[in-house]
């Protein structure tokens, strides 16, 4: 099985610099998410592992093999786009048969009607249409085959689009934002099967999304971009509820993690607009403290809160609070804390702590507050 590794890759454009030495790597069988906000240049880091862009610095192996100048096609590498990239005038079937054609047929037996009549085309051509169907059947895409792109759903498109990569039968697997077009039922279903897809080919998998959600639920470690720099990259746990960065901790949860400032005393111990959180730190002075909206509860006593403002969301209420100064969100059950004024308290196990330039900083010890 190939894996994928990014070594030190730098690009710029005219005077802006877009990757900065960048190192990832995908492993042999692995589904790695790719997630940044728009422009932090994961689209450029794409292009660069498909051989259209060339990088300014670094080094590009597919399977322990340097790759970097090599042209997209001796790459075994497959790329699907966000628009699909479709052929309009040829069906689905044809569509998906392109990389095989290309393959397999010499220029003369592509033409179409002359080719067909050249030695050896026909058996060639069966061959490829079984091929065809064979990736074609577990995409639900068997009885579409004979329509063009302009007779498909948008979601029936990007199938087509997965069927004409799986059918190459690549080592690395390249998907650029797949499912951004989609409508949200669709998105849940296709996430599904690229994933079930991923599970059938094992090919080492790298997924660009800007969407926490997908690169959450679907890959098996998630890299987090921002700004042309990879700042972590770990299980959807381990970025999730251990972020390395305050950047990281910004950028992934939905309502954002609330970020407050907090003192550590002489003692190290970390306080709270004036309370004691449960939490000592070898760091002394101004921190952030990182509640995430699930962490917090309401409690009979603890810091005294005064609601603005309830979003309800069917499953769970959104309540905007503030503690002293600062505001703060917590997510807790519908119909619970009907009162103005609230307790909030949290378990300090959850809470993260932050120094001045954005580096995590660990806990020495914490008691429950
Ligand atoms: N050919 C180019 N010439 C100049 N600037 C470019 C070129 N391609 C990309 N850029 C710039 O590089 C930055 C990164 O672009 P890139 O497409 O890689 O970002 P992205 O993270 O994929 O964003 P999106 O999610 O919006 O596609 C952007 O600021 C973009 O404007």
Sequence with gaps: MTGLELRGIGKAFGQTTVLHKVDLAVRPGEFLALLGPSGCGKSTLMRIVAGIEAPDHGQVLIGGSELTQAHPAARNVAMVFQNYALYPHLTA?????????????????????????????????????????????????????????????????????LARAVVRDPSVFLLDE???????????????????????????????????????????????????????????????????????????????????????????????????????????????????????????QGWPARVEAREYLGEAQLLHTRIGPQPIILRVPPGLAEAPLLHLCFDPREALLFGADGARVPALEVQHA
């Design 93 to 161: 079937a044809q569509n998906i048969a392109v990389p095989l054609a290309m393959r397999r047929l010499s220029a003369w037996q592509r033409m179409p009607l002359l080719g067909g009549l050249l030695p050896g085309a026909r058996a060639i051509r069966r061959a490829i249409a079984q091929d065809v169907a064979r990736v074609a059947e577990p995409l639900g895409l068997a009885h579409l085959l004979a329509r063009k792109p302009a007779q498909l759903s948008g979601g029936q498109r990007q199938r087509v689009a």
């Design 178 to 300: 797949p499912l951004s077009n989609l409508d949200a039922a669709l998105r849940s279903s296709t996430r599904r099967e690229i994933v079930e897809i991923h599970r059938r080919t094992g090919a080492a998998t790298l997924y660009v999304t800007h969407d926490q959600a997908e690169a959450l639920t679907m890959a098996d470690r998630v890299a987090v971009m921002l700004a042309g720099r990879i700042l972590q990259c770990g299980t959807p746990r381990e970025v999730y509820e251990q972020p390395a960065d305050i950047r990281v901790a910004r950028f992934l949860g939905d309502p954002a993690i609330n970020l407050l400032q907090a003192e550590a005393g002489e003692d190290g111990m970390v306080r709270l607009e004036g309370r004691t959180t449960g939490l000592r730190t070898r760091q002394r002075g101004p921190l952030t403290l990182g509640l995430r909206p699930e962490a917090l509860q309401v409690a009979a």
